[in-house]
């Protein structure tokens, strides 16, 4: 309470010394000085000291308010540009958990041709041996019913030959789906290393701030 209440009384006393210093010729204050008793010359001393300090603060303060606008403008930069980062994000999560439900949806079609060839395979080894059974014992019965035998020989070749290419088929576009399946693996790789990267790089100038702001004390 004391040093606010002197402070005032050192302005008034720091502005009519200046006031007197600028008004009256440099000479007179050399001869003032010269005649000034010690306390007199202890008091102007003790104000001009003032003034410089008070020069000193409003410099300080200057370079200080100059520094904090110039560290709130990176800040607001850098919000900004983490914002944009989070939608940038955002959107490759989307488009990789889209992508990952394409992929399921693929794996789901596959499982089910694999377990459709499975049960068709089973089905025509069960059909085979039925077929031979009956063309053994109606050879043995009919030597007559040879033609139709050979006849159905065809048929079962034929079908056997359209399972074939079925099954190349299918083998076909397991191997393209794999292929997919590896690309969009790779893309969500490269993904995740780009806003990786992009995330150093954003996190960069947060540790150069935070060593100017170490350093800046010492200044």
Known sequence: MKRDLDEPQEEVLLNSSTSEVKEEPSGSVLINKAHMDKSSLDLLFAVEQMIKDKQHVEMSHSDVQDRLNHANGQNDRLNRDLKNLGKVIEEREKSILELERKLADKNLKVDQMLEDYRELQSNMSGQNEELKGVIELERQNY?????????????????????????????????????????????????????????????????????????????
């Open 143 to 219: 030597a007559g019913l040879l033609q139709k035998h050979n006849e159905m020989i065809t048929d079962k070749n034929k079908r056997i030959s359209e399972l074939e290419e079925k099954n190349v088929r299918s083998e076909s576009e397991l191997t393209q789906m794999k292929q997919k399946f590896d690309t969009l693996r790779q893309e969500k790789t490269h993904l995740l290393n780009v806003v990786n990267d992009f995330t150093n790089r954003l996190t960069s100038p947060f540790a150069s701030n935070a060593g100017k702001t170490e350093e800046s004390p010492n200044d």
